[in-house]
C-alpha cells in the first residue's frame, strides 16, 4: 500500500505474484482511484486479469477515464450509503468482454445460460426492480453531487492546512470522488470521544486491516507483515461529508478539530 494513497503500490506488485496468481485488484479507496497505468503493465506483462473494486469510486476518474471501464472488470456496490445508493442491498459488474458479461449475467442467475438450464455454478445475486428504479433517478444527480463533495473536501482542505491532521495525497491525474473524507491522527481514540462530546459523529474505515482477520488466519499473516497498512488501520478516521453540509458545518468540525489540538494538557 502507498503510504500516502493508500492505494495500491505498483512497485509492489512484482514481488507478490506467484504461481497461483490469476488476477490484480486495485481498490479505488474512499474514491481515490488507484495508478492504474503500471498496474495493467504488470498484468499485461504477466497474463493477468485486473479486476477494478470501484465500490467507493462512482464517477472518479484516472488520467480521463472512468474507474470501472479501465480494467478488465470492475465491481460496483450501491449499498445505502455509497456515493450512488440504493434503498437497500445493491451492486453491478461492469466489463468490455462480451464472454465476462454472458458469465456473469449467468452466475447471478444460478448459472443460467436459458431458462431452468444451468451451466454453470450461481447464486441468487439480481438485484431487484425497485433498486433499479431509486438508481435510475438517483444517477441522474451524482455529477452534481460529486462536485457538492469535492467543494466540501476542498473546504476541510483549506480548513486543516495548518493542522496536525493529515488526509492521504491526492494525485494530479485523478479525479477524486471522496467517499469519504479520511484524516490520521496519533490520538485516534481522544479525539473521536472529543468529537462525540461536541455531538459530531466521525468513522473508522477500515480498523483492522484484511491480513490480520480471523477468517483469513489460515493465510499464515502476523502483525508486522504489511506496516504500511497496519499503521494506516491504527490512524485513519474518517470525518463528515456529505453534498447536504453547509459550509458552516464543515467549519464547525474543523473548529473543533483545531480547538483538539492546541487544547493542551487541559
Not at 486495485?26 to 470501484?54: F, S, T
Not at 443460467?112 to 438517483?138: C, E, F, I, W
Not at 488466519?217 to 499503521?231: I, K, N, Q
Request: hydrophobic fraction near 35%; proline fraction near 6%.
Amino acid at each position: 500500500m502507498e503510504a500516502d494513497t493508500y492505494n495500491l503500490d505498483p512497485s509492489r506488485i512484482e514481488d507478490a505474484i506467484t504461481a497461483r496468481t490469476r488476477a490484480i485488484i486495485p481498490v479505488h479507496l474512499y474514491g481515490q482511484p488507484a495508478d492504474m497505468d503500471p498496474i495493467l503493465e504488470i498484468a499485461r506483462k504477466r497474463g493477468l486479469v485486473v479486476v477494478e473494486d470501484a465500490c467507493q469510486a462512482h464517477g472518479a476518474e484516472y488520467k480521463g477515464r472512468r474507474c470501472g471501464g479501465i480494467g478488465d472488470l470492475a465491481a460496483f456496490s450501491f449499498y445505502p450509503g455509497k456515493n450512488l445508493g440504493a434503498f437497500g442491498e445493491a451492486g453491478a459488474v461492469t466489463t468490455n468482454n462480451a464472454e465476462y458479461a454472458d458469465s456473469i449475467r449467468s452466475m447471478r442467475h444460478w448459472g443460467q445460460t436459458r431458462r431452468y438450464y444451468h451451466d454453470l455454478p450461481g447464486y441468487n445475486y439480481r438485484m431487484d426492480g425497485m433498486q433499479g428504479a431509486v438508481l435510475s433517478v438517483k444517477l441522474r444527480h451524482i455529477e452534481a453531487w460529486t462536485d457538492q463533495r469535492r467543494e466540501r473536501a476542498a473546504w476541510y482542505d483549506e480548513l486543516l492546512a495548518d493542522g496536525p491532521f493529515r488526509p492521504p495525497a491526492v494525485r494530479p491525474d485523478v479525479r477524486h470522488v471522496y467517499h469519504r473524507y479520511v484524516v490520521e491522527t496519533d490520538e485516534r481514540g481522544s479525539l473521536q470521544e472529543w468529537l462525540t462530546r461536541h455531538d459530531i459523529d466521525s468513522g473508522i474505515h477500515y480498523p483492522v486491516p484484511v491480513h490480520l482477520q480471523r477468517v483469513h488466519a489460515d493465510l499464515g499473516y502476523s502483525a508486522g507483515d504489511f506496516p504500511v497498512t497496519e499503521r494506516a488501520a491504527s490512524r485513519v478516521f474518517s470525518l463528515p461529508l456529505a453534498p447536504q453540509h453547509t459550509r458552516e458545518e464543515i467549519e464547525t468540525v474543523a473548529s473543533c478539530l483545531r480547538a483538539f489540538a492546541s487544547r493542551g494538557d487541559g
